[in-house]
């Protein structure tokens, strides 16, 4: 017995093993060594937790169809009694009531409008949370390009450097200010190096941010196009595109509609509804058996309640409604002027700046000249130093006309993947 028993629960073990490897292979990931950009756009799209929840929020205001386009549920009403009346004859009486409830003044059809105007609140919403995301997305990669670029010219400069400090350790014997020259360019190669390190760190915390955004679905070390220009949109072309509506004043547009398709519905509540009900009596007494029909209603009499606060709260609240899309009108085309000009600003001085390459071509010559006594350490720690320097100051002004580009996008509801993938 003790035999049969290990081999059948080896036996599920075994098959426990296969179908968990089937499902595996079945659901697994497929990952890649170099993660491409457009696979992130679409995982960030599909899995973010943010987007996720939207998501399920809308859907939630979606089921809500049924409870706006309801008919209320008819009542039966029945009662019956017996007893003995004028006569030792037993008396019984009953009576049935089937009740209907009309919603006068329109308050279903106010139901359904108010539900269409929230889902389509709902559904905007989601779509600006989306260009939020996607353009958290794009601002973490175009950082990872920068470190890229950066650690890309530390590199270079490292290894110019390093052979520099190959001519100091060739020689016999080194003079009290050779020695110092030798530990300056060392303290610059030990900065530049540091610099580099601390780059890479920043490098690892994007790649684990990029790793949450996708439901940590792949491991996340290097970024396809990471290497790649980016592809600056001209000013004009920039400047040409035109927008039906800005995107926070549509979006107060639709809570506009929203509320006052509220304040519709609560007028609509100060109005009663009617119960009405066809009703049948039966009464019998020893040979008499009668039967009775006719209708019976319910009209409350609006004396008193006629919704009257939840009237003034929507009514305020369409007021206020009405006024914030003036004020976002206002805002956002101020705001889009000032992006604009910031960002043709921006692009014209960084499409004329070309130092970086330029200076970076002639310091592969430093070696040469520094053989041969041409340059002075001091020049060279100064190159290194300004170097630097500029580079710091290029992708800062870069960081900020990324950030103009986006938010010119971002108002005109058009940070899409399609447009931020022609950035590259």
């Known amino acids: 017995m003790r035999i049969k028993y290990k081999i059948s629960s080896m036996f599920k073990i075994i098959f426990y093993l296969i179908i968990s490897c089937f499902y595996s292979s079945l659901f697994a990931q497929d990952c890649h060594e170099v993660t491409p950009i457009r696979w992130l756009i679409k995982e960030v799209e599909e899995v973010h937790p943010g987007l996720l929840l939207k998501r399920l929020s809308l859907d939630q205001t979606v089921a809500r169809e049924h409870d706006a386009k309801k008919f209320i549920n008819p009542e039966l009403e029945h009662f019956s009694v017996a007893g003995r009346e004028f ?35 709902e559904n905007y919403e989601a779509h600006i949370l989306k260009q939020a995301v996607l353009k958290d997305l794009w601002v973490n990669f175009f950082r990872l390009h920068q470190i890229h670029e950066e650690i890309k010219i530390k590199t270079r400069i490292i290894s110019k450097l390093e052979s520099i400090l190959e001519q100091y350790q060739k020689r016999r014997a080194l003079s009290p200010d050779q ?126 309640d006629r919704n009257q606060s939840e009237r003034l709260q929507s009514k305020l609240l369409s007021g206020w409604s009405e006024r914030r899309v003036e004020l976002e009108k206002k805002k956002e085309n101020q705001q889009l002027v000032f992006k604009l000009e910031k960002y043709e600003s921006g692009l014209s001085v960084l499409k004329e700046i070309d130092v970086i390459e330029q200076s970076l071509k002639r310091f592969d010559s430093v070696q040469t000249w520094f053989r041969e006594g041409k340059i002075s350490i001091s020049n060279i720690v100064e190159f290194c130093r300004q170097l630097d320097e500029i580079t710091k100051n290029y992708h800062h002004g870069e960081n900020m006309l990324m950030s103009d580009l986006l938010g010119i996008y971002e108002l005109r509801g058009s940070i899409t993947s399609e447009n931020l993938l022609k950035l590259i």
Request: hydrophobic share 40%; net charge negative; aromatic share 8%.
């Open 179 to 304: 020695m110092m020259e030798e530990r300056i360019i060392k303290m610059v190669v030990d900065n530049f190096e540091l610099s580099s390190n601390i780059l890479s760190r920043e490098k690892l915390s994007i790649f684990e941010f990029l790793k949450e955004v996708t439901g940590y679905q792949c491991q996340i070390k290097q970024i396809s196009s990471e290497e790649d220009s980016i592809k600056w949109p001209n000013a004009n072309d920039v400047k040409s595109r035109t927008t039906e509506q800005l995107i926070l004043s549509k979006l107060a547009t639709l809570e506009l509609s929203l509320s006052k398709a509220q304040e519709s519905l609560a007028d609509k509540k100060a109005t009663p509804d009617i119960r009405i009900a066809p009703l049948i009596q039966n009464y019998q007494t020893g040979d008499m058996d009668v039967y009775t029909g006719g209708i019976s209603f319910v009209f409350p009499l609006a004396l008193f």
């Open 87 to 121: 006569e030792p004859k037993k008396v019984y009486m009953n009576e049935t009531r089937l009740w209907f409830t009309l919603q006068l003044a329109g308050k279903r059809q106010g139901k359904i409008q108010e539900w269409e105007r929230a889902v389509e609140l």
